[in-house]
């Protein structure tokens, strides 16, 4: 293969001839070859917007000239383009601050932007930390990164798929509001409602999954730019940071500013443990729904079987003609996934010591495998299962009419007790409610069939 050779502070080292990345990048890669798992892009391209907006700030204020202003805008431009993609080599498994990342970005910039620069006849020459990384530390343009990356992939990955899925279940309820079927408590038989109405708790929990996420994700959009290494804005501009959250709006078209207070910005990571936790809650709520799902469409001839879901693929390589709820399953699974990631955000943020929390990397690395894992197993299960869910009225009328709980109905009128005796002696003797009421003298056929009635029993408060 072949080199060339580059220089930073601790001397000369070898990259690839055909890489644009710089001294630091090299010795990162060369050091940390710990796992498969990569600096996510989205943090990268989260970087190029800052590097973009760090650039035309640096030049407002009279830091930076005109001509690298605009060489590094169209380096980033290209990075945020997804062009350099491959420069981008290292682990997630480097320094807790990210240095090596921020630096990644600052040396394939400089490349770029030189080229660039010696493509329009320039003499001028751009420096990855003079000018790239102006105004900025590692400390601080990392964890802006990291709140960029988080805010994106929340509003514009994961609520739209969020949307899709709710959308789908509120159909769902609303097709299925008259179709009345036994409700079932503790695993075991309960009063009725509607299938629909089921299906609405559904709902529910993503209207309120939606409304947590989008509450906590605004406390991401305070940014530490302008903190510098430890928080005191040493060598930037005291505007800097305002103006780069103001520029950074511009191009993400969000709405963020610089943090108040630049020492708990570097140090905490509070907000994005908050905004995870909400996701969690989403993915708790989808727990509970992929397990009902596939309760209520288990079987096909020995299992509770009220609903039936697409048949997918095979589900045995040995039994044949078996179909198993897939889609819950995949779910399901990645729902542990996001439950364990959240156990490793809040014990990383927890570990800010002194100036600076240095366990950044692993925090927005599982943030943004939980949202992507969420979105795209939404997607999936909405696609491929949810939109196909059709009742089975066969199943569904039987079980209503061989439950013991519609006895409850009868609880006004003969008391709790009475009422027990009659399910029990049903239950024990292997007849209905009605012929054990009967056999009890406890009402007449006229009184129990005015009483029982799963309609009223629905929608007890109804005039």
Same mark, same amino acid.
């Given at each position: 293969m072949d080199y060339r050779i580059e220089k930073d502070t601790l001397g000369e080292i070898r990259v690839p001839a055909d890489k644009i990345w710089g001294a630091q990048t090299q010795r990162s890669k060369e050091n940390f070859q710990i796992g498969t798992e990569k600096m996510p892009v989205e943090i990268i391209r989260a970087f190029a917007i800052l590097k973009k907006a760090a650039a035309i700030t640096n030049n407002k204020l009279g830091k930076l000239s005109e001509t690298k202003a605009k060489a590094i805008v169209s380096a980033a431009d290209e +990075?945020?383009?997804?062009?350099?993609? /491959?420069?981008? =080599? #290292?682990?997630?498994? %480097?320094?807790?601050?990210?240095?090596?990342?921020?630096?990644?970005?600052?040396?394939?910039?400089?490349?770029?932007?030189?080229?660039?620069?010696?493509?329009?006849?320039?003499?001028?020459?751009?420096?990855?930390?003079?000018?790239?990384?102006?105004?900025?530390?590692?400390?601080?343009?990392?964890?802006?990164?990291?709140?960029?990356?988080?805010?994106?992939?929340?509003?514009?990955?994961?609520?739209?798929?969020?949307?899709?899925?709710?959308?789908?279940?509120?159909?769902?309820?609303?097709?299925?509001?008259?179709?009345?079927? +036994?409700?079932?408590?503790?695993?075991? /038989?309960?009063? =009725? #409602?509607?299938?629909? %109405?089921?299906?609405s708790g559904w709902h529910h929990m993503l209207v309120k999954s939606e409304k947590m996420i989008e509450v906590t994700t605004e406390f991401l959009k305070e940014l530490a730019i302008g903190g510098t290494a430890v928080g005191t804005g040493i060598n930037a501009h005291p505007k800097f940071g305002d103006m780069v959250a103001e520029e950074i709006s511009t191009i993400t078209g969000k709405t963020f500013t610089s943090s108040v207070n630049?020492?708990?910005?570097?140090?905490?990571?509070?907000?994005?443990?908050?905004?995870?936790?909400a996701i969690k809650a989403l993915a708790v709520d989808l727990m509970k729904i992929a397990n009902d799902v596939r309760w209520l469409a288990s079987g096909p001839r020995s299992g509770i079987g009220e609903i039936t879901i697409p048949e997918n693929e095979p589900g045995s390589s040995i039994m044949p003609g078996k179909v198993n709820p897939t889609q819950s399953e995949a779910l399901t699974m990645v729902v542990t996934q996001v439950v364990g990631n959240d156990a490793t955000i809040a014990f990383a943020a927890s570990q800010g010591n002194f100036e600076l929390n240095v366990f950044k990397p692993v925090i927005i690395y599982n943030f943004l495998q939980s949202v992507r894992l969420l979105a795209d197993s939404m997607k999936s299960f909405n696609d491929n299962c949810a939109v196909g869910i059709e009742p089975n009225h066969e199943v569904l009328e039987r079980n209503l009419e061989n439950s013991l709980m519609l006895v409850t109905a009868l609880n006004p009128y003969i008391g709790y007790e009475n009422a027990a005796k009659i399910a029990k002696k049903a239950h024990k003797e292997g007849t209905t409610l009605k012929e054990a009421a009967l056999a009890l003298e406890l009402l007449t056929e006229e009184k129990f069939e005015q009483y029982i009635d799963p309609k009223k029993m629905i929608h007890p408060n109804a005039e």
């Amino acid at each position: 293969m072949d080199y060339r050779i580059e220089k930073d502070t601790l001397g000369e080292i070898r990259v690839p001839a055909d890489k644009i990345w710089g001294a630091q990048t090299q010795r990162s890669k060369e050091n940390f070859q710990i796992g498969t798992e990569k600096m996510p892009v989205e943090i990268i391209r989260a970087f190029a917007i800052l590097k973009k907006a760090a650039a035309i700030t640096n030049n407002k204020l009279g830091k930076l000239s005109e001509t690298k202003a605009k060489a590094i805008v169209s380096a980033a431009d290209e +990075i945020i383009a997804g062009k350099w993609d /491959d420069e981008f =080599p #290292l682990v997630v498994w %480097q320094t807790g601050s990210g240095t090596q990342s921020n630096m990644n970005v600052n040396e394939v910039i400089a490349h770029r932007a030189n080229q660039l620069l010696e493509e329009q006849g320039s003499t001028e020459r751009i420096h990855p930390n003079d000018d790239v990384n102006k105004s900025q530390s590692s400390n601080d343009t990392f964890p802006t990164a990291l709140h960029v990356a988080a805010v994106e992939a929340v509003e514009d990955y994961l609520l739209p798929r969020l949307q899709l899925l709710k959308n789908t279940l509120k159909e769902k309820s609303e097709s299925f509001k008259d179709i009345i079927k +036994i409700g079932r408590t503790h695993l075991q /038989d309960a009063t =009725p #409602l509607t299938l629909g %109405q089921e299906i609405s708790g559904w709902h529910h929990m993503l209207v309120k999954s939606e409304k947590m996420i989008e509450v906590t994700t605004e406390f991401l959009k305070e940014l530490a730019i302008g903190g510098t290494a430890v928080g005191t804005g040493i060598n930037a501009h005291p505007k800097f940071g305002d103006m780069v959250a103001e520029e950074i709006s511009t191009i993400t078209g969000k709405t963020f500013t610089s943090s108040v207070n630049k020492f708990h910005a570097l140090t905490s990571h509070d907000e994005i443990v908050t905004a995870h936790g909400a996701i969690k809650a989403l993915a708790v709520d989808l727990m509970k729904i992929a397990n009902d799902v596939r309760w209520l469409a288990s079987g096909p001839r020995s299992g509770i079987g009220e609903i039936t879901i697409p048949e997918n693929e095979p589900g045995s390589s040995i039994m044949p003609g078996k179909v198993n709820p897939t889609q819950s399953e995949a779910l399901t699974m990645v729902v542990t996934q996001v439950v364990g990631n959240d156990a490793t955000i809040a014990f990383a943020a927890s570990q800010g010591n002194f100036e600076l929390n240095v366990f950044k990397p692993v925090i927005i690395y599982n943030f943004l495998q939980s949202v992507r894992l969420l979105a795209d197993s939404m997607k999936s299960f909405n696609d491929n299962c949810a939109v196909g869910i059709e009742p089975n009225h066969e199943v569904l009328e039987r079980n209503l009419e061989n439950s013991l709980m519609l006895v409850t109905a009868l609880n006004p009128y003969i008391g709790y007790e009475n009422a027990a005796k009659i399910a029990k002696k049903a239950h024990k003797e292997g007849t209905t409610l009605k012929e054990a009421a009967l056999a009890l003298e406890l009402l007449t056929e006229e009184k129990f069939e005015q009483y029982i009635d799963p309609k009223k029993m629905i929608h007890p408060n109804a005039e």
